[in-house]
């Protein structure tokens, strides 16, 4: 069993002025999906989930009514149950917790440790302008592909992009001890409009990051089910004294990491 | 397994101006509590936590050491490990949610239904006057008494009272489909300065109440070995046509119940 939780709160995970600026379903959806990609990161299939809700008096219980749909919904196309749940007056924010449990099965659980030097760095689907587009709303986790990397044994690493690509592979450096050379180029980018700095830094993105054994490479690749989900190797792990992400070349990356994910503010 | 989630809002469920008029330790210990005190009515015991946070600008890293550290100390003395967590940024509130796990063997499970006409309603320690007191912020989570209880085959319905006892004595109502003849008279009251409404109504008081088959009254009292903690027979579950607790004559009690528990609203 796995455990994580993850938080949605007005005027910073979504729009929330004026009222409904971001449906009420959406904001719903989108909670229970981070919390699905933090299992999905971690090889496991999710199971229950609880929910907690503050909200403030200009949110009613029409509003909390299609909240839970959209949580409802989403639960049902991932076969989780909710199992329970607390509401609370909140004087100003709407601030909601989801708490979700998964299985897996030991020797497939992934974490951010285990990326080797030598091990080629794969990013599932595109990067960058999450708010711009909508994809921080509509995304789809990630928890069918992580659970496939887990059982088939591809993985050594593995996080799933909320923060930022940077910042999220420097975590898998951190986790796993190495450095990382980073391809900005190959970065897949959610469209046109998305400059190599953004596809790194902008965050909410929802896709699974990990290192994969060169040995195992091709046949990963070939064996990749999950025909409309981008695949792609956009770095290598290194030995390196330091936990650091550079270019290919070893050199710092041509433009500044955000620190951090900043969302809305 | 079982699991509970419940959440602790500044300005609802604690004084937030001036800033630290409560202790941040405390405000940390009473989301813990309160959660303890959800697995105590189960008859369950805690394991495990996840903790989510949301912070508003004017309150630091220091305020949220305290806080976690009040809620670390508690959770040693209880036995619960924090396994998780997560922190993000609020607007204007503080509102923090915790999610417990806990472990029963299944039939001692205890639910609000269960109470049996015929049924001695009883209830641990005193009520009222929970804010004024400070209680609601140093009471002792009822995990044990809960347990013991439950593995004792004593408990008939219990429930945490955490909005009142007469509300929450209503819920066991409704759940077991009962009514209870309730002597407010008995009631254990927290001071001489509580009113017999307010120790119903006040809300805040953490303790258990649960239904006991007149049979094993007797032995109940004897073998109770909570020596610091009162036990006392407060009513009697009866047949009734729709759930509701009445004085012991079985009219109105006299005065009006509060519509749930307001917190500090």
């Given at each position: 069993v796995v455990l994580a939780v993850d938080q949605i709160v007005g005027g910073r995970h979504y729009v929330d002025e004026p009222l409904d600026a971001t449906p009420a379903e959406q904001v719903g959806r989108k909670l229970l999906a981070r919390n699905l990609s933090d299992i999905a990161a971690m090889g496991a299939r999710p199971s229950f989930g609880l929910v907690a809700v503050a909200l403030p008096p200009n949110r009613d219980v029409d509003w909390l009514n299609r909240f839970l749909d959209g949580i409802l919904a989403l639960a049902r196309e991932f076969g989780v149950a909710i199992v329970g749940g607390d509401l609370a007056a909140a004087p100003h924010d709407q601030v909601a917790s989801l708490t979700i449990l998964g299985e897996v099965t030991r020797g497939n659980l992934c974490r951010r440790q285990g990326a080797q030097p030598g091990d080629l760095f794969y990013v599932t689907g595109a990067f960058g302008g999450a708010f711009e587009s909508g994809h921080h709303l509509t995304f789809q986790p990630r928890c069918a592909e992580g659970a496939w990397l887990a059982q088939n044994g591809y993985v050594h690493g593995m996080i799933d992009v909320s923060d930022g690509l940077w910042l999220d592979a420097l975590r898998i450096c951190r986790a796993s001890a190495v450095g990382l050379r980073l391809d900005p180029d190959r970065v897949p980018r959610r469209s046109r409009g998305v400059s190599a700095a953004e596809a790194l830094s902008d965050g909410e993105d929802y896709e699974l990051a990990f290192g994969v054994p060169p040995a195992l490479a091709q046949e990963l690749e070939h064996a990749?089910?999950?025909?409309g989900v981008p695949l792609k190797a956009v770095g290598e792990f290194t030995a390196a004294e330091r936990p650091e992400v550079t270019g290919m070349d070893g050199e710092p990356l041509p433009f500044d990491r955000r620190p951090g994910f900043d969302h809305l503010a």
């Open positions: 990749w089910p999950f025909a």
